[in-house]
């Protein structure tokens, strides 16, 4: 089995600004419905959503991407069953890892001095691996 | 230099956060090696929905789309948006 890791850094001032220029559209082109509301509409939510558009800046890092860009949107970090973060992928998202093999996605979130980042490792499956469940 | 090419320019210079000034660049120049983050070619993206009324589609949110001034004319273009 091989392991990919995917990192990336976002300030959070750039999210504030966009939020601040942009405000819903912004919203909308980037998080999923889930995201925003977890994320909440208070002076939390630039550091949140810049830790997840680092998070899905850091998935595309891991994936294969050529022609194909998913949108930002089908790459979700969402609240697991332990209460951190887990990547769900979506649509084309989860399609480009399922035909490059590339599961078990575990993500770890962080800022500090005004950035956010994001670490995201995912197991590469070989062709004579079964997928675990 | 047309004017779409001035409110292009515009754009990056308001919302590019590049750290070379825009009008060293040439039209091929590749805006990412001059620095252009994902982040802020969201803004670039948003900021020209804005400047020439119209949506980018799914299709052209892809990175090549905003590589450099004449990949963004030619996107505006397959829009139907004047670029003479």
Not at chain 1, 120 to 127: D, I, R
Request: glycine content about 6%; overall charge negative.
């Amino acid at each position: 089995m091989k392991v990919l890791v995917g990192m990336d850094i976002q300030p959070i001032h750039e999210v504030e600004a966009s939020l601040t220029n942009f405000g819903a559209r912004y919203g909308r082109l980037i998080y999923t419905a889930h995201e925003l509301r977890d994320c909440g509409a208070n002076a939390r939510s630039a550091t949140k959503l810049a830790e997840r558009f680092a998070a899905k800046e850091a998935v595309l890092k891991i994936l294969d991407l050529g022609d194909t860009v998913p949108p930002w949107r089908f790459i979700e970090v969402k609240e697991g069953s332990s209460g951190g973060p887990e990547i769900a992928l979506h649509s084309s998202a989860a399609d480009l890892a399922q035909r490059q093999g590339i599961q078990n996605f575990t993500v770890s979130l962080s800022h500090a001095g005004g950035v956010a980042t994001a670490a995201v490792v995912a197991e590469v499956m070989s062709e004579t691996e079964e997928p675990r469940s | 230099m047309s004017s779409t090419d001035m409110k292009i320019r515009d754009v990056l210079t308001e919302h590019g956060r590049l750290p070379v000034e825009v009008e060293t660049l040439s039209d091929t120049d590749d805006l990412y090696e001059s620095g252009l983050t994902s982040h802020a070619s969201v803004n670039v993206m948003l900021a020209l929905e804005d400047t020439f009324d119209i949506e980018f589609p799914d299709s052209l949110l892809r990175k090549g789309t905003f590589e450099s001034v004449a990949a963004i004319r030619a996107a505006l273009a397959s829009l139907g948006v004047s670029v003479s």
